[in-house]
């Protein structure tokens, strides 16, 4: 079945350093591709998305690029900020499919 | 501002207890999801609702009831708590079709204890 996978954290950057987080998915098709990100105390918000092979989803500074022939749709930003720390979670929608699948999530931490 | 209500924020209940976790969205969305959240294993989909009246079971039902009567709302009852369901429980909704994204609209939460 569609799945996800997705760099373990926690990851602990200094302010204005540069970010990629991995995530890598098993999908047939051609699926739909989310980053959501989960500040302290909230549910989960979409931040980008893409939906068809080379597109580039962007939000906030963050950017990923779905990658089909290396299956994959990291999350970059090249300089977080404090208020960038959070959890942050990988997902796809298969081709025709319901569901939306998740990744582990990846929790950031930003130091002033 | 759309939104999505979870009507409690903290629940402790005891082993064995009937518990109601209720949700509403304001968006007239068709599709709505029960998820738990648990550290290292993501987002877990326990339920799921195409429209009104209708259901249907995740990845990990066992233990877990839904119910949607109206559209708009959408009820996760565990018949006999265990504390095996301590968890973050998360509800969400999308718009079906078109051409609409398939963006899921999350919740706050329910940070449910079972003793």
């Known amino acids: 079945g569609d799945s996800v996978t997705q760099m373990e954290g926690p990851v602990t950057l200094s302010e204005e350093a540069f970010l990629t987080i991995n995530c890598t998915y098993t999908a047939t098709g051609y699926p739909s591709l989310f980053w959501y990100v989960q500040y302290p105390g909230e549910g989960l918000q979409l931040l980008l998305k893409?939906?068809?092979?080379?597109d580039k989803g962007s939000n906030k500074g963050f950017e990923a690029t779905y990658r089909k022939e290396t299956t994959s749709f990291h999350l970059e930003k090249g300089s977080v900020q404090v208020s960038d720390s959070a959890v942050y979670f990988c997902?796809?929608?298969?081709?025709?499919?319901?569901?939306?699948?998740f990744g582990a999530g990846t929790r950031l931490f930003v130091k002033a | 501002d759309v939104k999505v209500t979870q009507s409690s924020r903290y629940l402790v209940k005891r082993t064995g207890e009937k518990v109601f976790l209720e949700c509403v969205q304001d968006m007239d969305h068709e599709n709505m999801f029960w998820y738990r959240q648990d550290p290292g294993l993501g987002l877990r989909l326990i339920y799921f609702s195409y429209d009104v009246k209708m259901k249907e079971k995740g990845d990990i039902p066992e233990g877990y009831s839904v119910s949607r009567e109206k559209k708009e709302r959408f009820s996760l009852i565990l018949e006999s708590a265990s504390t095996n369901q301590t968890s973050m429980y998360l509800c969400?909704?999308?718009?079906?079709?078109?051409?609409?994204?398939?963006?899921?609209?999350f919740g706050e939460g329910s940070r449910l204890t079972v003793l």
């Open positions: 997902a796809l929608r298969g081709t025709g499919g319901f569901k939306t699948i």
């Open positions: 969400a909704s999308r718009k079906q079709g078109g051409m609409n994204t398939g963006e899921l609209f």
């Open positions: 893409a939906t068809k092979a080379d």
